[in-house]
C-alpha cells in the first residue's frame, strides 16, 4: 500500500527492522499479555508484536491505514479501534493492559497525561518518543530539564530511558533524534495516596514562572509554613525542589 504521511497525524513511520526487534525485546511479549497499540501507521511494529501474541488492539485514527490494518492476512488477532487517542476510554480493554506505540510527536504529552487515570490498570507502557522529550521526563532535579512534565510523571512512574533512535529509522525522517522510554506504574497504594487536583496544581504554579523564586511562584497558593516543612527554602527556584517535596507539600496541604 502507498500511503503519504500526513503532517496533520504526525505520521513519522518507523521502518528500521534492528530498532523494532529491539522494542519487542525490550519489551518481552508473551501470548496471553494484553496489548494496545498506539498509532500502528503502516504495521511494522504490529506486525513484530503478533507472533508473540494471541492478540493485539490497536488504536489508528487515519481511516485509511485502519481500513489496511483490518484487510492483513492475520486481522483475525487484531482488533482495530478506528479513534483517536486522546477521546478514547482504555478502560474499554482487557486489563491488566500492556501498552506501546510509536506516538504522534504534536501530541506526545497529552497522550501520556490522558493515560494517567488508568494507570490502575496497565502493567507498563513502552513508547517511541521525541529523545527531548523523554530527557524531561527523567530528568532529576538541579538538571536544566526537569520541570512539570518531569514532576507529574515521576510522580507515578518509575521510568527509563532504554534507548535512542535515529532519524534515518524512519520514513519520512523527522527532523529530530527519537527514543524509547519505559514506564511502569508505581504501587497502587503511592498513587491513590497523592491528592492529583491540589499536586497538579502546586507544580503547574510552581513552574509556571521557572527563574523566579519558589516564595513568589507559590504566593497565595502554598503557605510559607508548610514548603518549610517540606525542607523547601522560600529562595528555591521550581527546578530545584524534588518529586519528593513537592508530593510532600501536597500531601500537606490536602
Not at 496489548?35 to 489508528?60: D, M, N, Q, R, S
Request: net charge neutral; hydrophobic share 45%; proline share 9%.
Amino acid at each position: 500500500m502507498n500511503h503519504t504521511a500526513r503532517k496533520r497525524f504526525g505520521q513519522h513511520f518507523l521502518t528500521d527492522p534492528r530498532i523494532l526487534a529491539n522494542i519487542v525485546g525490550e519489551m518481552h511479549p508473551r501470548p496471553e499479555d494484553h496489548v494496545v497499540e498506539i498509532g500502528p501507521g503502516l504495521g511494522a511494529l504490529t506486525h513484530c508484536l503478533l507472533p508473540h501474541l494471541k492478540h493485539l488492539h490497536v488504536i489508528e485514527i487515519d481511516r485509511d491505514l485502519a481500513a489496511k490494518l483490518r484487510s492483513e492476512p492475520l486481522a483475525a488477532q487484531i482488533t482495530v479501534h478506528e479513534t483517536d487517542v486522546l477521546t478514547f476510554n482504555f478502560a474499554s480493554l482487557p486489563s491488566p493492559l500492556r501498552v506501546v506505540g510509536n506516538l504522534p510527536y504534536n501530541i506526545s504529552s497529552p497522550i501520556l497525561f490522558a493515560l494517567l487515570p488508568h494507570a490502575s490498570h496497565i502493567v507498563d507502557q513502552h513508547f517511541m518518543l521525541q529523545k527531548e522529550v523523554i530527557d524531561r521526563m527523567v530528568a532529576q532535579p538541579g538538571c536544566s530539564t526537569f520541570g512539570r512534565l518531569s514532576v507529574m510523571l515521576q510522580a507515578y512512574y518509575d521510568m527509563e530511558h532504554l534507548f535512542d533512535v535515529p532519524p534515518e529509522s524512519f520514513d519520512p525522517p523527522p527532523r529530530v533524534m527519537s527514543a524509547i522510554v519505559r514506564m511502569v506504574p508505581k504501587p497502587q497504594a503511592h498513587r491513590e495516596a497523592i491528592p492529583h487536583a491540589v499536586f497538579a496544581r502546586i507544580v503547574g504554579t510552581a513552574f509556571a514562572q521557572k527563574r523566579k523564586m519558589i516564595r513568589n511562584n507559590w504566593a497565595g497558593v502554598v503557605p510559607t509554613e508548610l514548603s518549610e516543612q517540606a525542607g523547601i527554602a522560600p529562595t528555591s527556584r521550581a527546578e530545584d525542589i524534588s518529586c519528593a517535596q513537592f508530593l510532600e507539600v501536597a500531601r500537606n496541604m490536602a
